[in-house]
């Protein structure tokens, strides 16, 4: 399964088999730390914890961010138990170890690591100090700090690929017990020799320290000993936290999911999931994901995030994300396609879609908390990017996709667009602004008259992918201009054709509903945000027929709680990811996937209303 465990500086990556697949530090998303590394028993045998004969299952603890990985073979059960605190930068890997069997046992158990340290690694050292018993690794700009509240018996530093290699030693048994080394390609092994009595548990904590480094040895193995002394006590601090910020979310659910359970316990996982992509400084990734990379903060994914969580009571974090977009923004009111999480940029073609979403994303959460003051704050922010989407928008302007594959004037951006410039004007009385801003009312009323008539296929009766170039492919972001921008209304019966024509379009083994037929990324399958999208379109719709007493109302009910009901069946316990492999039913690509997460979230809120422009 794997997960994820972090704070608003620090997110750890745990593999598949309970390994640290690898860190970010000090921003969620940036730098990356690759810390390979395991847990290795040895019995007269070496037995590494990626070794067939284990039982593997692994869940996150309900209520709280702990991530639990179970080892189990005929001999002992070794759960770990990984938790990254609110109020240390620590991964705190609890470990119990259960004698299965009617007599005493006794083995070698190892942690080995090979971390490389940074975006670009550098030559680093590696220290086993002996007055504090724990494994020091540096280099010129971060050190990591690798210690323990049981005993060390032994150790070795090494270099991965050489005959000192702690790996080798792990392999052997036995430990050198070498005390530093240096390299591009350090490694170090500590063993803990573990003894337990017949049906008996043994249990202990490994921490793992990240800081950024002066040269002083003596701070990080002094913060080893405060974390040490208090673990309890951190640990209990930090649960409480999670309890405290997410609280009793079935307040803010669609009354007839609130006594479905299982719904309740997802969703409470993607809003702490959603939690841990945001970071201290405001930005907020797309994805924990370095295969595919995605650990970059996108205006349009970062707004949906930023709606779920003012959705469900969380204003503080949306407007940090506000205030970050803000510092980024290009003079012209645009943003780029992507940034690193410290505001640099990464990828900077031009995607219109994101400055409407974030206009849009920007009015859900005035409208969520009415703080006039928010927009007033912000108001030099959304005039620059109003008075950019009122160019766009009158020259249909040329740009990529949502999707970043294709480039001309698409249905999705311009319903962005329109949303976007409906939502700067709506704030504009906030701030009696409302005058000198009356020009964008024009354009959002000549939006309203021809997008609709320019995207048409009379033909096909349906609406277009694209236009400049003409593109008549089936595209679920083609929804957008409905849902949720309301360009077109959602039972516009051009809208309605649109929508069945792109379900009848897919047609996978597993279910769901894919971004477009002739879709080949990961292969091409069903995605969680465009199942979830038909699903919204279809519910919104319903409810719209039933007030109009159209007996269609039903069969668009049932279609999307189908749809809806695919979503959970494969939501891996609130941990969305990307999408479904459309034979096996698996997670591909990123997973986490936040914009999977959010999505799920605003699905099941109360009312959407609020929401729509």
Same mark, same amino acid.
């Given at each position: 399964?794997?997960?994820?465990?972090?704070?608003?500086?620090?997110?750890?990556?745990?593999?598949?088999?309970?390994?640290?697949?690898?860190?970010?530090?000090?921003?969620?998303?940036?730098?990356?730390?690759?810390?390979?590394?395991?847990?290795?028993?040895?019995?007269?045998?070496?037995?590494?914890?990626?070794?067939?004969?284990?039982?593997?299952? &692994?869940?996150?603890?309900?209520?709280?961010?702990?991530?639990?990985?179970?080892?189990? @073979?005929?001999?002992?059960?070794?759960?770990?138990?990984?938790?990254?605190?609110?109020?240390?930068?620590?991964?705190?890997?609890?470990?119990?170890?259960?004698?299965?069997?009617?007599?005493?046992?006794?083995?070698?158990?190892?942690?080995?690591?090979?971390?490389?340290?940074?975006?670009?690694?550098?030559?680093?050292?590696?220290?086993?100090?002996?007055?504090?018993?724990?494994?020091?690794?540096?280099?010129?700009?971060?050190?990591?700090?690798?210690?323990?509240?049981?005993?060390?018996?032994?150790?070795?530093?090494?270099?991965?690929?050489?005959?000192?290699?702690?790996?080798?030693?792990?392999?052997?048994?036995?430990?050198?017990?070498?005390?530093?080394?240096? %390299?591009?390609?350090?490694?170090?092994?500590?063993?803990?020799?573990?003894?337990?009595?017949?049906?008996?548990?043994?249990?202990?904590?490994?921490?793992?320290?990240?800081?950024?480094?002066?040269?002083?040895?003596?701070? #990080?193995?002094?913060?080893?000993?405060?974390?040490?002394?208090?673990?309890?006590?951190?640990?209990?601090?930090?649960?409480?936290?999670?309890?405290?910020?997410?609280?009793?979310?079935?307040?803010?659910? /669609?009354?007839?999911?609130?006594?479905?359970?299982?719904?309740?316990?997802?969703?409470?996982?993607?809003?702490?999931?959603?939690?841990?992509?945001?970071?201290?400084? $405001? $930005?907020?990734?797309?994805? =924990?994901?370095?295969?595919?990379?995605?650990?970059?903060?996108? $205006?349009?994914?970062?707004?949906?995030?930023?709606?779920?969580?003012?959705?469900?009571?969380?204003?503080?974090? =949306?407007?940090?994300?506000?205030?970050?977009?803000?510092?980024? &923004? /290009?003079?012209?009111?645009?943003?780029?396609?992507?940034?690193?999480?410290?505001?640099?940029?990464?990828?900077?073609?031009?995607?219109?879609?994101?400055?409407?979403?974030?206009?849009?994303?920007?009015?859900?959460?005035?409208?969520?908390?009415?703080?006039?003051?928010?927009?007033?704050?912000?108001?030099?922010?959304?005039?620059?990017?109003?008075?950019?989407?009122?160019?766009? %928008?009158?020259?249909?302007?040329?740009?990529?996709?949502?999707?970043?594959?294709?480039?001309?004037?698409?249905?999705?951006?311009?319903?962005?667009?329109?949303? *976007?410039?409906?939502?700067?004007?709506?704030?504009?009385?906030?701030?009696?602004?409302?005058?000198?801003?009356?020009?964008?009312?024009?354009?959002?009323?000549?939006?309203?008259?021809?997008? =609709?008539?320019?995207?048409?296929?009379?033909?096909?009766?349906?609406?277009?992918?694209?236009?400049?170039?003409?593109?008549?492919?089936? @595209?679920?972001? #083609?929804?957008?201009?409905?849902?949720?921008? /309301?360009?077109?209304?959602?039972?516009?019966?051009?809208?309605?054709?649109?929508?069945?024509?792109?379900?009848?379009?897919?047609?996978?083994?597993?279910?769901?509903?894919?971004?477009?037929?002739?879709?080949?990324?990961?292969? *091409?399958?069903?995605?969680?945000?465009?199942?979830?999208?038909?699903?919204?379109?279809?519910?919104?719709?319903? *409810?719209?027929?039933? +007030?109009?007493?159209? +007996?269609?109302?039903?069969?668009?009910? &049932?279609?999307?709680?189908?749809?809806?009901?695919?979503?959970?069946?494969?939501?891996? *316990?609130?941990?969305?990811?990307?999408?479904?492999?459309?034979?096996?039913?698996?997670?591909?690509?990123?997973? =986490?996937?936040?914009?999977?997460?959010?999505?799920?979230?605003?699905?099941?809120?109360?009312? @959407?209303?609020?929401?729509?422009?």
């Amino acid at each position: 399964m794997s997960g994820i465990v972090g704070n608003s500086s620090l997110l750890v990556k745990i593999g598949d088999y309970g390994e640290i697949n690898y860190l970010f530090y000090p921003h969620v998303g940036y730098e990356t730390h690759i810390f390979d590394s395991a847990l290795a028993i040895y019995d007269k045998k070496i037995k590494w914890h990626w070794d067939d004969d284990w039982n593997i299952y &692994q869940n996150y603890i309900p209520e709280t961010n702990i991530f639990k990985t179970i080892l189990e @073979d005929d001999k002992i059960i070794l759960t770990i138990k990984d938790l990254v605190p609110v109020s240390h930068n620590v991964l705190i890997r609890r470990l119990y170890i259960k004698n299965k069997l009617d007599k005493k046992i006794s083995f070698k158990l190892f942690f080995y690591e090979s971390l490389r340290i940074g975006e670009n690694p550098t030559e680093n050292t590696v220290k086993f100090l002996d007055d504090e018993e724990c494994i020091v690794k540096f280099d010129k700009k971060y050190i990591f700090c690798i210690g323990s509240d049981k005993k060390i018996d032994s150790f070795q530093c090494g270099n991965r690929y050489s005959k000192n290699s702690a790996y080798i030693d792990v392999e052997n048994g036995i430990l050198k017990e070498n005390k530093e080394s240096s %390299g591009l390609m350090t490694d170090s092994a500590i063993c803990w020799n573990i003894e337990i009595d017949e049906k008996r548990s043994l249990a202990f904590n490994i921490y793992i320290i990240p800081q950024k480094f002066d040269g002083d040895l003596s701070i #990080i193995t002094e913060q080893l000993n405060i974390i040490k002394n208090n673990s309890e006590n951190i640990k209990n601090l930090s649960l409480n936290y999670w309890r405290n910020y997410i609280g009793d979310i079935r307040k803010y659910i /669609n009354p007839e999911l609130v006594s479905n359970s299982n719904i309740c316990s997802i969703a409470k996982r993607a809003l702490m999931i959603l939690l841990m992509l945001c970071d201290k400084d $405001g $930005g907020i990734i797309a994805s =924990p994901s370095l295969h595919p990379d995605y650990r970059y903060v996108w $205006g349009r994914d970062g707004s949906y995030i930023a709606i779920a969580l003012d959705l469900y009571g969380i204003r503080g974090i =949306p407007n940090r994300f506000f205030e970050f977009m803000s510092k980024v &923004q /290009n003079d012209d009111g645009s943003w780029l396609q992507n940034y690193y999480v410290n505001g640099n940029p990464r990828l900077t073609a031009l995607q219109i879609d994101q400055v409407g979403s974030v206009l849009w994303a920007m009015d859900v959460h005035y409208r969520l908390s009415g703080d006039r003051r928010f927009v007033k704050r912000y108001w030099d922010t959304i005039e620059k990017a109003g008075n950019y989407l009122n160019c766009a %928008g009158l020259n249909f302007t040329q740009c990529y996709d949502l999707w970043e594959e294709k480039f001309g004037v698409f249905a999705y951006t311009m319903g962005a667009i329109y949303a *976007g410039l409906k939502c700067a004007y709506s704030m504009s009385k906030a701030v009696d602004k409302r005058g000198e801003v009356r020009h964008w009312e024009k354009t959002i009323e000549f939006l309203k008259k021809e997008v =609709p008539k320019r995207f048409y296929l009379k033909e096909e009766g349906r609406f277009a992918k694209s236009i400049n170039p003409l593109n008549k492919e089936v @595209d679920i972001s #083609i929804l957008g201009l409905s849902y949720p921008f /309301n360009l077109i209304d959602v039972d516009d019966e051009r809208m309605i054709k649109t929508a069945e024509d792109i379900e009848k379009s897919f047609n996978y083994k597993v279910g769901g509903i894919g971004r477009y037929p002739s879709d080949i990324y990961f292969g *091409g399958n069903p995605w969680i945000i465009s199942t979830l999208w038909l699903s919204l379109y279809y519910k919104r719709l319903s *409810g719209i027929l039933k +007030e109009k007493n159209d +007996e269609r109302y039903n069969y668009f009910l &049932q279609k999307s709680k189908k749809l809806f009901d695919w979503v959970v069946k494969y939501s891996f *316990g609130g941990m969305f990811p990307e999408q479904i492999h459309k034979d096996l039913g698996i997670p591909m690509s990123a997973m =986490p996937l936040g914009w999977s997460n959010a999505m799920f979230l605003i699905s099941i809120y109360e009312n @959407d209303n609020i929401i729509i422009p």
